[in-house]
């Protein structure tokens, strides 16, 4: 079994900047892609960013230039610096990882959710 531990979500104000961390821990064999998803109230779950084990990136349009993940593959552990932030950012964000529990067996794991308001 896998867990994945969120922290670092909280109220702000506009302009102001969280950063996410989301510790991977369990039986695990390898994480190949970590990466951060949120929902806003009453909409579907959107991807933010995610990052691979290889240091590939991807962000979501709307976060572009003011979010940045980053991970540490020796700890299994990815983070999310959120800058600039935004009411529309307001949102529970989830951790995901695609981890290999062994050479050949991979899974889908979710943290369970930190909540990131943004007040303007």
């Known amino acids: 079994q896998v867990q994945l531990v969120e922290s670092g979500g909280g109220l702000v104000q506009a302009g102001e900047s969280l950063r996410l961390s989301c510790a991977a821990s369990?039986?695990?064999?390898?994480?190949?892609?970590m990466g951060w998803y949120r929902q806003p109230l009453g909409k579907q779950r959107e991807l933010v960013a995610t990052a691979s084990i290889g240091g590939s990136v991807n962000y979501a349009d709307s976060v572009k230039g003011r979010f940045t993940i980053s991970r540490d593959n020796a700890k299994n552990t990815v983070y999310l610096q959120m800058n600039s932030l935004k009411p529309e950012d307001t949102a529970v964000y989830y951790c995901?990882?695609?981890?290999?529990?062994?050479?050949?067996?991979?899974?889908?794991?979710w943290g369970q959710g930190t909540q990131v308001t943004v007040s303007s």
């Open positions: 995901n990882a695609y981890v290999a529990t062994t050479r050949v067996t991979y899974r889908d794991y």
């Open positions: 369990g039986s695990i064999f390898s994480v190949d892609v």
